[in-house]
């Protein structure tokens, strides 16, 4: 066997660049398989996580369409027919429904002092962070007390906050201008990322919704209602009910074919819009590694041809000092598998490398599914032994008397 290895390694290494241009198909195959699908799994991975910061048991009514753009899922905020009233009904028309917020959310520029950045702004009621899962890290969030009085008072993430403050409990007791509004920091929200939705939760502002509503602004719509929903809730069905109340208050019919001016989503089903573009990701993946290992495939049986023809003088010497055929197959399979081996070795190791670039710049979970990486290994292995298979029988299948003769 070990002899069998030095002949494979020392044939191989006589046709180095025939080696290496075999061996390159199989290098990308191993490459694609093991990066693009890794990938798929931790841009899946991470949405899983930015699913779980949307909120416990959470059921969300948007005004307008969901457009999937970029891998997120991004509300039409150009619907105006969505008011407050309308989430006040779906509040007390849920029998499920725990609490809930509406929301109004606008990109805005913030200042303090000579600093400016621009903030999502966000206004809802005080049961925000309950709904939505977080919670104030310093100071406290805004009560019921200053949304009556439409009091100008907000919170902060803690990514703004350092912009404008040089650290998030620098912000607390300071004051911030939206417009020509000035507004007290009561607190700043605790790190949380962005969610599904793609909105940077550390970059958003919260304000009281009756003092965006009437005192920075003069809107009488909302973008959305939040609703938090009792455990074991049937969210189709809930899901249903919020549909048909919406749209018996917006005189929606939908037997004469008008479409809704609304969305109702679960957390489910934001994660099913974005899992959209991770199977097409998934499915690239295949494709590519497919195509890059079945070029390796012809390149690996091309190279192996030509060996055969060759070597024909040395099959022919080895057969006739008694070599079995049996011994010339195993000889040509294992050059053949060498060569895709190590060809699907370099290519996994190379994307492991490059992973732990993409997930570091990305931001990704550091993901590593070792029956992917197993399987893109043995699998290049099996290629090399499946090409080599024909050259091998017709290397054991070489006449010896009219090799000999001929030579």
Partial sequence: MFLSLRIALKSLATHKM?????????????????????????????????????????????????RFRRGDARADAGNTRFRL????????????????????????????????????????WPAYPKIRGGAPQYGHFFDQDDEDERALVCVLGPAIATRLF??????????????????????????????????????????????????LSNKDYIHGVYMQMADGTDFEAAKATAEHILRRRHDIKVDKGQPDDFRVLTAKDTMDLKQ???????????????????????????????????????????????????????????????????GGA???????????????????PGVFNPWLIGGSLCGSAALGLVAGAYPAWAAANVEVLSVLRDE
Avoid: W
């Fill in 18 to 66: 025939r080696t290496v241009l075999a061996m390159l198909g199989v290098f990308l195959g191993a490459l694609a398989l093991t990066g693009v699908l890794h990938i798929s799994l931790a841009m899946e991975r991470k949405a899983v996580l930015e699913t779980e910061k949307l909120g416990p048991n959470l059921l969300m009514a948007m005004s307008g369409n969901i």
């Fill in 85 to 124: 009233p309308d989430a006040q009904a779906l509040l007390r028309g849920l029998p499920s429904v725990v609490d809930g917020v509406p929301y109004l959310a606008f990109p805005m520029p913030i200042r303090a002092g000579d600093k400016k950045t621009m903030c999502q702004l966000v206004a809802t």
């Fill in 166 to 215: 040089g650290a998030p409990q620098a912000a607390v007791g300071q004051s911030v201008h939206i417009f020509r509004a000035r507004l007290k920091v009561l607190g700043v929200m605790e790190e949380k990322g962005a969610d599904v939705s793609g909105a940077n939760q550390d970059e958003q502002i919260f304000v009281p919704l009756a003092t965006y509503m009437r005192r």
């Fill in 276 to 342: 959209q573009a991770l199977d097409l990701v998934a499915t690239l993946g295949y494709i590519s590694s497919s195509l890059s290992f079945g070029i390796g495939g012809l390149g690996i049986l091309s190279i192996m041809i030509l060996l055969v023809r060759a070597r024909r003088l040395e099959i022919g010497i080895r057969r006739a000092v008694g070599a079995r055929r049996s011994d010339i197959i195993r000889q040509f399979l294992l050059e053949s598998g060498a060569m895709s081996a190590v």
């Fill in 346 to 364: 370099a290519g996994t190791f190379a994307a492991l490398l490059l992973l732990v670039v993409v997930y570091r710049v990305g931001d990704f």
